[in-house]
């Protein structure tokens, strides 16, 4: 048979039960349409996490206190024997040869007050080359001053969102605010910066770094801000900063050296495994779909077996009805496939619109991969009915048994 | 020319063994017009089956002008039923999702013949049988009659050379019976090897030959002329 009469055949014989049809159909586009919105989310998310850690920079390595083999996660303040110290800092910047410039960085919540009016705020206690190597630009005023890491000094720079809040209608320049007990002055303001790493450095506060550590009574820093010089690789780097930090903690590796690509190295690992997770659950649905489709195209054999007992009669092989069969739960499960991907498509884009940070559009291999896997489903879900049709014997088939 | 030497058809039925045919010895000459007769169950229809390629025999042997049918494989067996034999069935089969026309051409879907030739053969088919005007007709649409007059339409599309019918006016009334008897007779006269099931005399006068079946055994042979009822004729045979 000539496949573009069995198509014909199979459309017509879809068309005679349009509702039947159409549920089935249905059944397979959701399916598909969860499967495609789940891998353009996890795409949207893997995308949006990616440019967040991306913006680190390629050039710059943070160096963390205490092992990622102690916790299991990236180490923060207080899992070293050893802090790290602006002593440190200020000994990799210039004992590391590669190294352009630093930044000691501690971070800490504390309540801003001015005037009667207080909120929280997250305090970066940094210093001036903080500027240059985060591309923070100064909206008024100066940033921090650039005198000695360890002296601290009563000066403070606000994010771009706290003028407003604390000094509505006023210059914030010159005024005193109180951060933790202490009296400080607003010496600048930032330019809008958004965010970075789910921390919205407009709502930050900015003070030298051994101001912080007075307020926040500590000695050790969160990280060190290290940026390479121009055609430096981070990895050439590692070695030396290793070297000179060993030195320092006693021949100890309590210290974590993080880098951009390490970072997204793991990442993609974490959001490999949650895509695959997304789309694992969203398949259920379409194999559900698949069990619909095996479902109608059994029942469809059963109404029909009279006309396979004619096709039969009148000449059709084994192989013909088999084809068949299998080509309308293969349209079938298409049809559903092509409604799916429409579905999944105007869902992405409704939850790009809804969420503009994880905005996406179905990849073309995810298209491409729901309507094969759509087309798998229906060739799977065709067979066993299929193979049931064709082994119906003439004569029994036409007087209406299967056996 | 259809030779039939010792056919058994046989099933197993709740343990037991059914022999619908019982060692059917036979000759139809090509061009001949033959009425099977004989009560319920007597393996009529079975022998037509058989005949039709849509049953194996369980033993013996079945040559078509020559061709040992009994062993061929199902892909040849579908051949023979596509190009050599037409069907016609008491009960129509036809498609009721298919007009009159699509239902003609269906058989000729599976011998791959092009859409335009299919449907020049199809339409005239339909006119030869006088339902030209209805092609365009579902069967839900036509009466006992007209769908049969379709069926027979179908059956002799592909040109074949044997028209097996198994009583082929079984469902209709008088008129459209006639009708449709006078159709087979029509084909006969132009060349084909007619072979009919029934359980009406009247149909079966019009063949040339009445062959009388009895617990799976052909039991008398004779003129269509001197068939007077079944039970007379079978008053007559064998045991």
Known sequence: MRWSDA???????????????????????????????????????????ADQFRTIGADVIAVVPGRVETSGTIPGVGSAPNDLTIADARALVRGVDCIARGTPLLI??????????????????????????????????????????ERGSAVIVLGSKLPPELFPGEDPLGRTVRLGG???????????????????????????????????????LFRVMLELRPGVRARAALDPIRAVLRERHGGEEDFTLITQDAILRSLDKILDMLSLALTAIASVSLVVAGFGVANVMLVAVSERTREIGLCKALGATDADV???????????????????????????????????????????????????????TGIV????PARRAMRLEPVTALAGRRT | MIELVGIRRSYALGGETIHALDGIDERIESGEHVAVMGPSGSGKSTLLNVIGCLDRPTAGSYRLDGR??????????????????????????L????????????GMLFDSIPPRQRRERALAALA??????????RPGELSGGERQRAAIARAVVTRPRVLLADEPTGNLDQTSGRAVLELLDGLHAAGFTVVIVTHDPGVARRAQRVLLMRNGRIVRRMPASELRTLDEALAGAAP
């Open chain 2, 128 to 137: 030869s049988v006088g339902m030209g005007p209805r092609a365009g007709h």
């Open chain 1, 108 to 149: 800490g919540n504390e309540a801003l007050e001015c005037g009667g009016r207080r909120r929280d705020v997250l305090v970066l206690g940094t210093s001036a080359e903080m500027l240059q190597l985060r591309g923070m630009r100064v909206a008024t005023g100066r940033f921090l001053p650039e005198s000695g890491w």
């Open chain 1, 7 to 49: 198509l014909a055949l199979a459309v017509r014989a879809l068309s005679a039960h349009r509702r039947r049809t159409l549920l089935s159909l249905l059944g397979v586009s959701i399916g598909v349409a969860a499967v495609l919105v789940m891998t353009t989310l996890a795409a949207g998310a893997r995308r949006y996490v």
């Open chain 1, 381 to 384: 879900a065709g067979t066993m």
């Open chain 2, 95 to 106: 498609v009721p999702r298919m007009s009159a026309l699509e239902n003609v051409e269906l």
């Open chain 1, 182 to 220: 202490w009296r400080l002055r607003v010496i600048g303001t930032l330019a809008p910066r958004g965010t970075h790493l789910g921390v919205d450095l407009d709502e930050c506060a900015l003070i030298p770094v051994a101001t912080a550590q007075a307020i926040f009574d500590t000695r050790t």
């Open chain 2, 68 to 93: 040992e049918v009994a062993g061929l494989s199902d892909a040849e067996l579908a051949r023979i039923r596509r190009r050599e034999i037409g069907h016609v069935f008491q009960a129509f089969h």
């Open chain 1, 322 to 376: 088999l084809a068949q069969f299998l080509l309308e739960a293969s349209l079938l499960c298409l049809w559903g496939g092509l409604l799916g991907v429409g579905i999944g498509w105007s869902a992405t884009a409704a939850l790009s619109a809804a969420y503009p940070v994880l905005a996406a559009e179905p990849a073309p291999w995810a298209v491409g991969a729901a309507l094969a896997v759509s087309l798998g």
